[in-house]
């Protein structure tokens, strides 16, 4: 097996749901692969103590434990391992205490493989990510989610690079990915700050602090 390969554990008490999540990976484009799953957070639990996965992606609301409390448990057990939160939750309390509870992403249970992929390399990467779709929520360190513009882990890479001087070309061979997948990141950015000027939109993201 690929020592770089990225290894994944999946709790959500539907199995459907799981074969779903273990179907949609590609070990030779991602090199991410399900190493164990669980439907419940007890049984979790047990395998995670051998389990060499290092992301788990949890369901917030599960019957027993709930992922929200299982969340805070893993945190102190696991500390090691990067819990991203794949949910259908819209409740603002429920996602905000799984975000005190240390989840280091919250992505929606429609999100598309790539948001997925790119996440977990974005926690892994020790970045924490609220991903697209995900209602508004008072964050634990008190600044409000309301009215920010929300960037993906891959629009918020490139505006990055392309505020520190880069051209799109260069910026493509710095994440190692083509032309066409950062000019459409640049084309969503321009939808988001309605906005053509790249000069406009980086002195919009950095007063909102969406970059340093």
Request: hydrophobic share 45%; aromatic share 6%; with cysteine.
């Amino acid at each position: 097996m690929n020592e770089a390969m990225i290894k994944v554990f999946v709790v959500d008490d539907h199995p459907v749901y799981i074969e779903g999540i273990r179907s949609i990976f590609h070990k030779r484009h991602d090199n991410v692969m399900v190493v164990g799953w669980a439907t419940s957070a007890r049984e979790a639990h047990t395998r995670l103590i051998t389990s060499e996965a290092k992301v788990v992606l949890l369901d917030l609301v599960m019957p027993e434990l709930s992922g929200v409390d299982f969340a805070a448990q893993l945190k102190k057990e696991f500390p090691e391992k990067k819990i991203i939160a794949l949910t259908g939750e819209v409740n603002p309390v429920i996602l905000y205490n799984a975000w005190v509870n240390g989840v280091d992403a919250i992505l929606m249970k429609y999100c598309g493989r790539a948001e997925l992929v790119e996440t977990i390399c974005d926690v892994l990467a020790d970045r924490r990510v609220i991903g697209q779709g995900v209602p508004e929520f008072q964050k634990g360190d008190g600044a409000c989610m309301r009215g920010r513009r929300r960037l993906t882990p891959g629009e918020q890479r490139v505006l990055h690079l392309l505020a520190q001087g880069h051209t799109r070309k260069m910026v493509s061979e710095i994440l190692g990915t083509s032309a066409n997948a950062v000019d459409f990141h640049c084309k969503n950015l321009f939808k988001k700050f309605k906005s053509n000027k790249l000069i406009h939109i980086i002195d919009m993201a950095r007063s909102e602090k969406l970059i340093e």
